[in-house]
């Protein structure tokens, strides 16, 4: 009975790690959505991003207002809903600057 509580356990625990790490398709990564206003800050952000050419997990649109829907993204000063930092290296997803279509390129399944 041990062994089989442990086992469930660490199933649960492994398919959280492994959803915790893709975006999802209603744009939804480690449980924040990816659009709105956002900070580009230099240090504790939220979420580490590169930017990148080709293959990004998302399509992002900068908007001026409204950003209500996944990939769109309105730059602030204050008061944003998530914070990132730009990085070469190790990021947590990639992004590329697009003038329509926004959103998710590859969701979890």
Known sequence: MRSLIILLFSA???CSMASGDCITKDGYFRGKRLY???RVVEHYADFKVKVVE???DLKVKVVEHYADEPGEWQFVENYPD???Q???NYPDFTIKYVGQYPGVSSPCR
Do not use: D
């Open 12 to 14: 649960v625990l492994l």
């Open 36 to 38: 709105g206003k956002v």
């Open 54 to 56: 080709n293959y990004p």
């Open 82 to 84: 998530f914070t990132i």
């Open 86 to 88: 730009f990085v070469e």
